[in-house]
């Protein structure tokens, strides 16, 4: 019974997509075209996706109320540096994360990835897109593989355990190879970054950062590169990056440290 109370929530965000997903396919069968154009896909994600955040939100506060924590969730839990830096963080998280994966060669190796990817992003406006990825996409997919499914999960087996589990699911949950290793490894980020924090927001800020950061080098990646100025201000920013991810660790694990220390 427990397996199925950590399970269900992915099923919850997987149905939302497919209950849209079935309207263009009910289109598709009373008129003449063979297939769904691709300018369509990324209004399903993103509708889908939006679909799932009442519900999962409220199986959110139904939780936080059996373990006797207020199910009030507000922005005055972080202070505003601290989410801005939260936000840094996931932007350099997913610069060297990618960075990573191009050094593995995923990406040449699984070339059907960047394929798909690139389809979806010429057939829609930037507008749409950052809509999608850096709000709709970590929105639902924190209420559901942190919220509930991690916290559920640290419930039942601890930290660590839940922490690995998690973001194991996670990486599953994004279908192949390349987005299952970013994921997993982004996963146990986002994970302990609400240990540290204390806030379950923490884990959003994060995922927007990254993905916010993902969608612009996927955007105007080829514009910086062939811009001298836009470059160096790219390399000045890599390297502002990384110590803005060193700093960060450092500074909510040792406020996490702090503050168990003074409870």
């Given at each position: 019974?427990?397996?199925?109370?950590?399970?269900?929530?992915?099923?919850?965000?997987?149905?939302?997509?497919?209950?849209?997903a079935?309207?263009?396919?009910?289109?598709?069968?009373?008129?003449?075209?063979?297939?769904?154009?691709?300018?369509?896909?990324?209004?399903?994600?993103?509708?889908?996706?939006?679909?799932?955040?009442?519900?999962?939100?409220?199986?959110?506060?139904?939780?936080?109320?059996?373990?006797?924590?207020?199910?009030?969730?507000?922005?005055?839990?972080?202070?505003?540096?601290?989410?801005?830096?939260?936000?840094?963080?996931?932007?350099?998280?997913?610069?060297?994360?990618?960075?990573?994966?191009?050094?593995?060669?995923?990406?040449?190796?699984?070339?059907?990835?960047?394929?798909?990817?690139?389809?979806?992003?010429?057939?829609h406006?930037?507008?749409?897109?950052?809509?999608w990825?850096?709000?709709?996409?970590?929105?639902?997919?924190?209420?559901?593989?942190?919220?509930?499914?991690?916290?559920?999960?640290?419930?039942?087996?601890?930290?660590?355990?839940?922490?690995?589990?998690?973001?194991?699911?996670?990486?599953?949950?994004?279908?192949?190879?390349?987005?299952?290793?970013?994921?997993?490894?982004?996963?146990?980020?986002?994970?302990?970054?609400?240990?540290?924090?204390?806030?379950?927001?923490?884990?959003?800020?994060?995922?927007?950062?990254?993905?916010?950061?993902?969608?612009?080098?996927?955007?105007?990646?080829?514009?910086?590169?062939?811009?001298?100025?836009?470059?160096?201000?790219?390399?000045?920013?890599?390297?502002?990056?990384?110590?803005?991810?060193?700093?960060?660790f450092?500074?909510?694990?040792?406020?996490?440290?702090?503050?168990?220390?003074k409870?």
């Amino acid at each position: 019974m427990r397996v199925w109370k950590i399970l269900y929530p992915i099923g919850i965000h997987f149905a939302g997509i497919q209950a849209v997903a079935t309207l263009p396919v009910l289109f598709l069968m009373t008129s003449q075209q063979r297939a769904l154009p691709s300018s369509w896909l990324l209004y399903i994600n993103l509708a889908g996706t939006l679909i799932s955040v009442p519900f999962t939100l409220w199986l959110f506060q139904r939780d936080q109320k059996k373990r006797g924590i207020c199910p009030c969730i507000s922005w005055q839990q972080l202070s505003m540096g601290n989410a801005a830096l939260l936000l840094f963080m996931g932007m350099g998280l997913s610069q060297y994360l990618n960075m990573l994966l191009n050094v593995l060669q995923l990406f040449n190796r699984f070339p059907q990835y960047t394929e798909s990817m690139d389809a979806i992003w010429s057939a829609h406006s930037p507008v749409v897109i950052f809509l999608w990825s850096a709000l709709a996409a970590p929105l639902s997919e924190e209420l559901v593989f942190r919220w509930l499914i991690y916290k559920r999960l640290r419930d039942w087996t601890g930290v660590k355990a839940a922490v690995f589990i998690s973001s194991v699911l996670f990486g599953l949950y994004h279908g192949n190879v390349v987005q299952f290793l970013y994921a997993a490894v982004m996963g146990c980020i986002l994970a302990l970054v609400i240990e540290w924090t204390g806030s379950p927001l923490a884990s959003i800020l994060v995922h927007m950062g990254a993905n916010l950061w993902s969608t612009i080098v996927s955007l105007y990646g080829t514009y910086i590169l062939e811009n001298e100025l836009l470059l160096s201000v790219y390399s000045i920013l890599m390297i502002a990056m990384l110590a803005g991810i060193i700093g960060g660790f450092y500074h909510f694990v040792r406020g996490s440290r702090r503050f168990r220390r003074k409870s």
